[in-house]
């Protein structure tokens, strides 16, 4: 993929994952991740998860069977885990689907796409064995 054609991407998040999404217009609905110094497709970076991949595309589901094949996608991954790398990278493409063209927004945020799940690990607290487990009663 050429990175010096025109792009749109930004670092979104979800719980410790970051991901950095960039879609490329009149593109033809290839999807990359980059994986140390190769690019590699969603299939084999996911493995056999395939509902993770249909979770990723589910923005261009919603606005039809076409919207995917516009855009060329590029996408840089790190933390957290598989699932929320995929919720990461969703929230980024319906964002960008967005800045596009604002009339996606009716059509993506029923659905919950428009939304940062604010939910991260909770920090352990002093005196406890996590952040809320406490450590074991003895009697004597």
């Known amino acids: 993929m050429a990175t010096s054609t025109k792009y749109y991407g930004t670092v979104w998040r979800r719980k ?8 490329f217009p009149k593109g033809s609905g290839k999807a ?32 039809g069977p076409k919207a995917s094949k516009e855009y060329d996608i590029q996408i840089s991954v790190k933390g957290g885990w598989l699932m929320g790398q995929a919720e990461a990278i969703r929230l980024g493409i319906a964002r960008w689907l967005v800045e596009q063209n604002e009339d996606n927004r009716k059509l993506l945020k029923p659905y ?10 909770e920090r352990k607290k002093p005196g406890l064995k996590k952040a809320r487990k406490s450590p074991q009663w003895s009697k004597r």
């Open 16 to 23: 410790m994952s970051s991901a950095v999404v960039k879609l």
């Open 112 to 121: 919950g796409l428009m939304k940062r799940d604010p939910r991260i690990k």
């Open 32 to 63: 990359t991740i980059k994986k140390g110094d190769k690019e590699v497709t969603l299939k084999e970076y996911f493995g056999g998860h395939a509902y993770m991949i249909e979770d990723i595309m589910y923005p261009f589901a919603i606005l």
